[in-house]
């Protein structure tokens, strides 16, 4: 995330948002409102940009950049509240891998690469993507595995070596 705060964010704002802040946010299961949960953020990469908006720093904010690890409701923005920084302005600039590369306008899209088709569940499967020599060869392996544990592990046909 690329994020615009007002007042400027000072070194140890820095230090504060990359160890956690506390923060209250509602835990949430199945879309349904939950319970407010009150709890430390996880340890964050957060670092100083520059903005290359002068108006931007003469008038005290700062862009700073942001990798979260986890995704809780509004988090940067309560991070950022927590220690009186306001939010003038939130990027997602990365999402699992898939950024904004190609998109050189507000509002313009692209067409995702196979890449991030599979990253986002929409492109073939793993197996889809092997030769069929390899998947028969993982076939095989599993077969085995199957049998492996069948026989006691070892091999051995536990069940008629008893009886001989």
Same mark, same amino acid.
């Given at each position: 995330y690329?994020?615009v705060?007002?007042?400027?964010?000072t070194?140890?704002?820095?230090?504060?948002?990359?160890?956690?802040?506390?923060?209250?946010?509602l835990a949430?299961r199945?879309?349904?409102?939950?319970?407010?949960?009150?709890?430390?953020?996880?340890?964050?990469?957060?670092?100083?940009?520059?903005?290359?908006?002068e @108006?931007?720093?003469?008038?005290g904010?700062?862009?700073?950049?942001?990798?979260?690890? =986890?995704g $809780?409701?509004? *988090?940067? &923005?309560?991070m950022?509240?927590?220690?009186?920084?306001?939010v003038t302005?939130?990027?997602?600039?990365?999402?699992?891998?898939?950024?904004?590369?190609?998109?050189?306008?507000?509002?313009?899209?692209?067409?995702? @690469?196979?890449?991030?088709?599979?990253?986002?569940?929409?492109?073939?499967t793993?197996? =889809?993507? $092997?030769?069929? *020599?390899? &998947?028969?060869?993982?076939?095989?392996?599993?077969?085995?595995k199957k049998r492996?544990?069948?026989m006691?592990g070892n091999?051995?046909?536990?069940?008629?070596?008893?009886?001989?």
């Open positions: 690329h994020v705060t007002e007042p400027m964010a070194d140890e704002n820095i230090k504060e948002l990359r160890e956690g802040v506390v923060i209250t946010t949430r199945d879309g349904i409102s939950g319970v407010p949960v009150t709890a430390k953020t996880l340890p964050c990469l957060v670092e100083r940009i520059g903005s290359g908006n @108006t931007q720093d003469a008038a904010m700062s862009t700073l950049r942001f990798v979260i690890t =986890e $809780r409701n509004r *988090q940067i &923005r309560k950022c509240l927590s220690l009186g920084l306001e302005d939130l990027h997602r600039v990365n999402f699992a891998g898939i950024t904004l590369d190609g998109c050189e306008r507000l509002g313009e899209c692209s067409e995702l @690469t196979m890449k991030e088709m599979i990253l986002v569940g929409r492109g073939p793993r197996d =889809e993507l $092997r030769t069929p *020599q390899e &998947r028969e060869m993982r076939k095989l392996k599993k077969l085995n492996k544990k069948i006691g091999g051995i046909d536990t069940f008629s070596s008893r009886w001989r």
